[in-house]
């Protein structure tokens, strides 16, 4: 058997793991693929399977180790290099990103899903002009795809050519082009944003409206109530007091948590005016770290019903998660200083997603009783 190749045994296990996915049993899902690229380590689809668990659980390395492994046994796949490339932009690593979305269109050039990921990670670093050149024909012959609207309805904004902008992204917004609802909201707000941009309030109050009014969701009491309940059965008064304390005086992380209008920006501002600190805003990683601690405990409960036990297991070997680079392109601010300063993290999220760095500082914001609504 050739090398790269699937045996026919190999191909039944690939289709049940496949259905165990869509039947959302992870574990085993994992589990049988881990068996399957272990007996052959060339097993591409295996390692491809592999990286889009990893992916769904916000673990972009390990999701871009797999898909690297599925392109060494098929470099001539587009399909495997676009989910290289994929896990490159989640990592936030745009020139590798873009190298494999190359790769990908090299061997399927007309792919309209590369181009539209490709021009999407140019305009996030600031290539509108390049953006705008793979995606304006598709959007002249009124052929494009969702993605290249929106790689088209940011470059614009970035260009400040906000009329341009307004058209495409409320063309896409129509409720008959058959989009989800968050994608819809999503180009309502585009073109809420470029209105604003040219003074006409008016119309710009009016598409946030119907925003707000396309994504409105019914609030159901025991939807809100649960996660809650399993915060406080996680975060007892006994865990609470082992976590790190305030008068700790190395110079670690800070994490500012709360809810969404609790004081948080707020707190971030003043102690980042401090010379020797520096906030890093609102970070996607703790995020995945939630959710990777999450995982699959047991019976495919994710985070936070996860054990207090395991959470803590865990402590001893997490890091920081706040990125080199981020906190590099900070830190140029603070010329000649030889220690590194206080890095703040501010989370407009529950407590319960502060990863355990060892030592970290948490600052947690709290709304009081009588404080208004959030506007």
Known sequence: MECGMTSRRDSA??????????RGQIEAAEKLLRKLVRRDKRLAEGHALLGRIASR???????????????????????YAFLVAWAYSALGRAS??????????????DNKDILGRKAITLELVGNATEALEIVEPFI?????????????VLSKQRLQQHREAIRIAERWAAEEMGLAIPERVAFTYYAAKSKEKLGDYDAAFESYCLANKVGARPISRDAIRRPIDA?????????VPGFAQAANSSIRPVFIVGMPRSGTTLIEQ???????????GEITDIEQIATQLGGQPSGGVGFPPVRAAAFRADTD???????????????????????????LDQSRADP???PPVPSSLIVAAIRSTPAPPAS
């Not at 049940?16 to 996915?21: D, I, K």
């Not at 797999?66 to 098929?74: G, K, V």
């Open 13 to 22: 296990s690939l289709q049940q793991a496949q259905q165990l996915l869509e």
């Open 57 to 79: 659980q916000a673990r972009h390395d390990d999701s871009r180790q797999h898909y690297l492994q599925a392109l060494r046994s098929e470099p001539d796949s587009s399909r």
């Open 96 to 109: 590798e990103a873009i190298e494999y979305y190359d790769r990908a269109l090299l061997r399927d050039p």
């Open 140 to 152: 002249e012959a009124t052929e494009e795809t969702s993605e290249m609207a929106v790689a088209y």
């Open 231 to 239: 915060l406080i059965e996680v975060f007892s008064p006994d865990l």
């Open 270 to 280: 003043i102690v980042d005016a401090h010379p020797q600190a520096f906030g890093l």
């Open 317 to 343: 070997r997490r890091r920081s998660p706040i990125p080199a680079s981020r906190a590099e392109a900070r830190r140029q601010r603070l010329p000649g200083r030889e220690q590194e300063p206080l890095q």
């Open 352 to 354: 319960a997603v502060v």
